[in-house]
């Protein structure tokens, strides 16, 4: 089954059992006169709500690439994301406005056998779709179906402890219908923010993930041609469009066959198992030379006094013009100029009759 095709199936069957969870539990809310209850009903139907806009965003998302959009449409999940996180922030502001003063003048409420039971079905339903969501999400990497999910199973523990309340309210005549009111739309509140920030994060274009680029690198580094991964850039257009770009070190005495096919072979081997168009750029070694192996030695030596510097790497040698050039990886939080100073001013008095280039690169992936 196509990935859009698996999003709008698991979310009917989330439209389908949360509409029923709306018409029981507000039903019981207003019968047994209990905000709790009837606030997690709202809760589902704005889960409900959540299922249509992840299938009016798949249905956009899925749209082919055109002139005006040539990486795809797969953005516009990130855009249903934050509308679902801004309707759940709703909600929960709402629910806790109406919650607060229960706390003060609680209202009678008179639960039933048939109420408690049906609650209790409620907390198994809604902790099995939870689960069921979320799983899907994973498998197909949706970020609104794995939120989704988080947030159903979530919502059984709070249907769940809404049975407590209503029990002890029962045996002890203790009404926590408001406390409890206010304790759910406080969570319901923080996981909105948790869902908007995550999203917004994906937009913005956050690291790419650790062991994914470790990952990625590594395969790279198994072609027995190259020498080591650099630049390891990621750019997503949505979750299943992912583009990038690396560079990758070579013997300067390949020929442009050679580099073509090797770097054919490692863009083939990442899309096919990553599912990631890469573009390749070249670096050109010559640390064979034992002149320029010494020079790097001794930058090595002199960049392991800075704990600043996180690589160094691209390192080259011109014969003809007496140049060495090389990219530095400083921390974010360091400043960059003073420490590439310092290291240039250690090589020229090392290296008076050459000039030296340093370029920036940034710490974009691990």
Not at 34 to 42: F, G, P, R, Y
Not at 58 to 72: F, Q, S, T, V, W
Not at 192 to 208: F, P, W
Request: charged share 25%; proline share 2%.
């Amino acid at each position: 089954m196509q990935r859009q095709e698996k999003i709008i199936k698991t979310s009917i069957i989330g439209i389908i059992v949360n509409i029923i969870l709306v018409i029981f539990k507000a039903s019981i809310g207003v019968l047994v006169n209990s905000i709790a209850i009837i606030l997690d009903a709202v809760n589902n139907l704005t889960d409900a709500l959540s299922s249509i806009i992840t299938i009016i965003g798949a249905k956009l998302a899925g749209r082919p690439p055109d002139k005006e959009h040539p990486y795809g449409y797969g953005r516009i999940e990130y855009f249903s994301s934050v509308i679902i996180a801004v309707i759940v922030l709703w909600a929960g502001i709402t629910a806790l406005q109406e919650s607060i003063p229960k706390i003060f003048n609680p209202d009678a409420t008179s639960y039933t056998i048939e109420s408690l039971i049906i609650i209790a079905v409620a907390v198994i339903v809604k902790f099995l779709l939870g689960r069921y969501v979320k799983a899907v999400g994973e498998d197909i990497n949706s970020q609104a179906l794995i939120a989704s999910g988080s947030d159903a199973f979530f919502d059984s523990l709070l249907s769940l402890s809404t049975l407590v309340a209503a029990i002890i309210n029962i045996i002890w005549h203790v009404s926590l219908e408001g406390l409890l009111g206010v304790i759910l739309s406080l969570v319901i509140i923080k996981a909105s923010i948790e869902i908007l920030s995550e999203t917004v994060n994906s937009m913005l274009g956050s690291r790419i993930d650790s062991d994914l680029s470790k990952e990625i690198k590594n395969k790279i580094n198994s072609f027995k041609q190259v020498y080591g991964s650099y630049d390891l850039t990621l750019h997503n257009y949505g979750p299943e469009q992912m583009m990038g770009s690396v560079h990758i070190e070579v013997d300067d005495n390949l020929t442009a066959k050679d580099i073509h096919t090797l770097t054919r072979l490692i863009s083939q081997k990442i899309y096919e198992e990553y599912n990631i168009v890469l573009t390749i750029g070249i670096y050109a070694s010559n640390n064979s030379n034992e002149n320029y192996k010494k020079i790097k030695d001794d930058l090595d030596e002199i960049v392991g006094k800075y704990s600043e510097v996180l690589e160094i790497h691209g390192f080259y040698g011109y014969d003809e013009c007496k140049l060495v050039t090389f990219d530095i990886i400083v921390d974010f939080k360091a400043d960059r100029e003073e420490i590439k100073s310092k290291i240039l001013d250690e090589l020229k008095e090392k290296y008076p009759e050459y000039d030296f280039r340093v370029i920036d690169d940034y710490d974009v992936s691990d």
